[in-house]
């Protein structure tokens, strides 16, 4: 695996900073609205940048603000070029983060099976949570 390199992780944050701010102030496109880019990783030549964007919707809504966002990709680089003291400003490569919906996938799983448990013990006549399941202490 290649070292990083301190100037590339000062380059992903800055990068994810101003693309932040370009987003929401500068474009108007309505599939855009409400994205937030989670993460960037700068290749080692810094010629590409892949962007990981996420947002609170469908998967389809999501879908279409990375094209919408592939589609303003232009404007944005130019944005940047303006605001980043940079040689080359990267291409950038708009990818949807789906690490959040399955994170969210996976609390809403443990929350049902935490129901499930409770409503296990009330037709057990138990109370959920009560003394049976906290461990005994040793003296």
Same mark, same amino acid.
């Given at each position: ?10 380059? &992903? ?77 990267? &291409? ?48």
């Amino acid at each position: 695996m290649p070292r990083e390199y301190p100037r590339k992780l000062r380059v &992903n944050t800055q990068l994810q900073a101003e693309l932040s701010q370009l987003i929401r102030s500068e474009l108007s496109d309505p599939r855009v609205a409400g994205v937030t880019v989670t993460s960037v990783d700068v290749a080692p030549d810094m010629r590409e940048a892949k962007v990981m964007v996420s947002l609170i919707g469908s998967d389809e809504q999501l879908k279409q603000a990375v094209k919408g966002l592939g589609s303003a990709a232009g404007k944005l680089r130019h944005g940047l070029a303006k605001r980043m003291l940079l040689r080359t400003v990267p &291409n950038l490569r708009f990818v949807p983060d789906l690490a959040l919906r399955a994170g969210d996938e996976v609390s809403g799983l443990i929350r049902s099976v935490i129901e499930a448990d409770k409503q296990h013990a009330r037709d057990r006549g138990e109370e959920p949570g009560g003394e049976q399941d906290a461990p005994e202490e040793k003296q």
